[in-house]
């Protein structure tokens, strides 16, 4: 009942930027918070960053002043600006959101995964 589509990833040299994009539909009635994990080959999967309008914002330690997370409340959409991109940041970036939909309780939905790969 609720799809999130990401767009956005690809391949970068160092020190590149990218953005990624997240748009959810559905019988949405109230997203929650969104955000961004990735998993790299071999390791566990991790926060990225995420907003929520009543928490705010939460990056990685890893990111903080490169990444910047943005949501467009209107278009139920959320963006991560990726700057000085490094080969570590290389990884699965996938979206999350936490939504209340008409036919239940807030629940986690995911995206499908978009590769970022950072090398030269």
């Known amino acids: 009942q609720v799809q999130l589509v990401e767009s956005g990833g690809g391949l970068v040299q160092p020190g590149g930027s990218l953005r990624l994009s997240c748009a959810a539909s559905?019988?949405?009635?109230?997203?929650?918070?969104m955000g961004w994990y990735r998993q790299a080959p071999g390791k566990q999967r991790e926060l990225v960053a995420a907003?929520?309008?009543?928490?705010?914002?939460n990056y990685a330690d890893s990111v903080k002043g490169r990444f910047t997370i943005s949501r467009d409340t209107a278009k139920n959409t959320v963006h991560l600006q990726m700057n000085s991109l490094k080969p570590e940041d290389t990884a699965v970036y996938s979206c999350?959101?936490?939504?209340?939909?008409?036919?239940?309780?807030?629940?986690?939905?995911w995206g499908q995964g978009t590769q970022v790969t950072v090398s030269s």
């Open positions: 999350n959101a936490r939504i209340t939909t008409s036919l239940g309780p807030a629940r986690d939905y």
């Open positions: 559905g019988r949405i009635v109230r997203i929650n918070s």
């Open positions: 907003i929520s309008s009543t928490t705010g914002t």
